[in-house]
């Protein structure tokens, strides 16, 4: 089982749920590159395509034929594509939040010109390629700061992803473990129709679970599940984009269930 992170996140963001997945599989949780003890790339360009790159990269290179894949944001975007890609290789699929931009965001994004949309992109690299990491004096410091934007979560929860999450400074400060250049996404990137192309490669069961607190438009409802094969759709109420740190125990139960089902090939 391969579990991939999210933007600005990091591998043992996943920490709780790989330990209770890892009682019955192998459980894989890669850094995606310019997070956690990732290398940053020189230019600050981070395409979904080169995350999907690196994680076949690193399926090959463990030679790994057949796997369970899961992704949280970002990162079920990017386990999307592979299982579009390379169906044959993934034997459940599960994708917290993986879809990307509602149908209404598309529109808007479509409604704007092409020139207005590539010197939005412009400015907007130019001032990502700008900024710098967040310096913090301690590691107190940034658990304030991650508290006060989660309140809700446990203060054990707040303090690991806390810790996990910032890399340390040579003067003794600390900074979060994300490239902040890295968080622009490139007009270079595969059209929304061609994505949900790969989408209807899928052919292993699927699971799209939301929280219906989220930002994050239901594909249930937005007619975005249609495209695929075998997809089931799920909201956990009370619960928001980090839905599985937001109610564990249902997200657990849930996802559970889900990996009890038999595969399609069995």
């Known amino acids: 089982m391969v ?3 999210g933007g600005r996140d990091q591998k043992r963001s996943w920490d709780r749920v790989a330990g209770e997945l890892s009682q019955s599989y192998r459980v894989i949780a890669p850094d995606l590159r310019g997070h956690g003890q990732s290398d940053w790339v020189s230019d600050g360009d981070y395409t979904i395509m080169d995350f999907v790159y690196d994680l076949r990269s690193l399926i090959t ?3 790994i034929e057949k796997f369970t894949l899961i992704g ?3 990162g079920g975007n990017i386990a999307l594509r592979y299982a579009g890609l390379l169906p044959e290789t993934i034997e459940q699929l599960v994708a917290l939040e ?3 931009p509602s149908p209404r965001m598309l529109a808007e994004r479509q409604a704007t010109p092409i020139p207005q949309r590539l010197h939005e992109w412009l400015e907007q690299r130019q001032k990502m390629s700008a900024r710098t990491p967040r310096i913090m004096a301690d590691v107190a410091t940034a658990q304030a700061r991650m508290q006060a934007a989660f309140e809700h979560l446990p203060e054990d929860l707040i303090h690991h992803l806390t810790v996990t999450g910032v890399k340390q400074n040579q003067d003794g400060t600390v900074s979060w473990a994300y490239d902040p250049a ?3 996404r490139s007009p270079a990137d595969l059209t929304h129709d061609q994505v949900v ?6 052919t292993c069961p699927t699971w799209l679970v ?3 607190d989220s930002w994050a438009s239901n594909p249930a409802e937005d007619g975005r599940a249609k495209a695929f094969q075998n997809a089931t759709v799920s909201l956990i109420d009370q619960a928001g984009h980090w839905l599985h740190h937001d109610q564990y125990d249902v997200f657990m139960r849930q996802l ?6 038999p595969s399609s090939d069995t």
């Not at 192309?197 to 899928?202: A, D, E, Q, T, V």
């Not at 559970?256 to 089902?261: S, T």
């Open 98 to 100: 993986g879809l990307g």
């Open 61 to 63: 290179h463990l030679e």
């Open 182 to 184: 890295g968080m622009g």
């Open 256 to 261: 559970h269930d889900f990996l009890g089902r």
């Open 3 to 5: 579990l991939v992170h």
């Open 197 to 202: 192309h790969l989408w209807g490669r899928i």
């Open 210 to 212: 939301y929280g219906a």
């Open 72 to 74: 949280h944001s970002l």
